[in-house]
């Protein structure tokens, strides 16, 4: 009885870390996900404000 409930401790430490692990990777993966926007949203930002500059140095 008593090997049955190692290994059973085993499997659970395994499950834990699996888990444990899948949600680091998640995390990242948002991280990322969420810089990448960023950027994008910085880049738009910017080719705006240039777009702006531009039509008012044609007006004066």
Do not use: F, H, P
Not at 32 to 57: H, I
């Amino acid at each position: 009885m008593r090997t049955r409930g190692v290994i059973e401790d085993r499997w659970s430490m395994r499950i834990l870390w699996a888990c444990a692990i899948g949600s680091a990777v998640s995390l990242y993966m948002v991280a990322v996900e969420r810089q990448k926007k960023n950027r994008e949203k910085m880049l738009a930002e910017e080719l705006r404000a240039m777009e702006l500059g531009e039509s008012n140095g044609e007006d004066g």
